[in-house]
């Protein structure tokens, strides 16, 4: 079975703060992503990774940055937090951009 | 900007009935299909995928897809209430990530 793992369930930071969030597949796929979910938006893709060290923008990457050091690990940054950057946020992996993504457990990040 | 599209609900169904999810898509190039359910508090799981016309079958759930509409349709027989969940259609654009729709939440009656 594919696993993705993310570092926490939930987090709480302070506006201003520099977050991180880990999320880690271990079924050697390819493609690695990180979307936002909030009521009434749906799933909105903040940034993808093809490869190791490449990444692309998805729809809403402002405020945000990604990291892909290696191909099993894709962090998500939050350089400086912010009030309306409280979301849950769901990192998913996939062998290849036309497959099915495979999701983890998700993070409720609270910024206050 | 390429979308797809579902009515958000809520759809009520008592239990043993059949549950009926629609799902548009404005890419005619979109060759694949998911359907994924999500439990409040919940990541997405994969229910189903379909890649060509017609229906596929996996126990309760049937998925349809009609490119020639541009529609995508998962049937939910024989409704339980632990089928009340939202339900997620993405489809797949060139060169890029999947598109989600923004879900229909089912809810399901005993």
């Known amino acids: 079975d594919v696993k993705v793992t993310q570092s926490s369930r939930y987090l709480v930071k302070r506006t201003g703060e520099k977050v991180f969030l880990e999320c880690v597949q271990d079924m050697d796929h390819e493609n690695m992503f990180w979307y936002r979910q909030d009521p009434g938006l749906g799933l909105r893709l903040i940034y993808f990774s093809y490869d190791v060290k490449m990444k692309e923008k998805g729809d809403i990457p402002e405020g945000y940055s990604v990291s892909r050091e290696k191909k099993e690990r894709f962090s998500l940054i939050l350089e400086s937090a912010s009030t309306n950057q409280t979301s849950m946020y769901l990192c998913a992996s996939s062998p290849a951009l036309d497959n099915e993504q495979f999701f983890g457990p998700g993070t409720r990040l609270t910024v206050l | 900007q390429k979308e797809v599209e579902q009515n958000s609900g809520p759809l009520s169904v008592p239990e043993g009935a059949i549950a009926s999810l629609n799902c548009t898509y404005s890419d005619r190039g979109s060759q694949s299909f998911f359907w994924y359910r999500q439990y409040s508090g919940k990541s997405p799981e994969l229910i189903m995928s379909?890649?060509?016309?017609g229906d596929k079958e996996d126990g309760r759930f049937t998925a349809q897809l009609n490119k020639a509409s541009q529609y995508v349709s998962l049937l939910i027989r024989d409704s339980q209430p632990s089928d009340s969940a939202t339900y997620l259609c993405?489809?797949?654009?060139?060169?890029?990530?999947?598109?989600f729709g923004k879900g229909t939440t089912l809810s399901v009656s005993s």
């Open positions: 379909i890649y060509s016309n």
């Open positions: 993405a489809g797949h654009q060139a060169g890029t990530a999947l598109i």
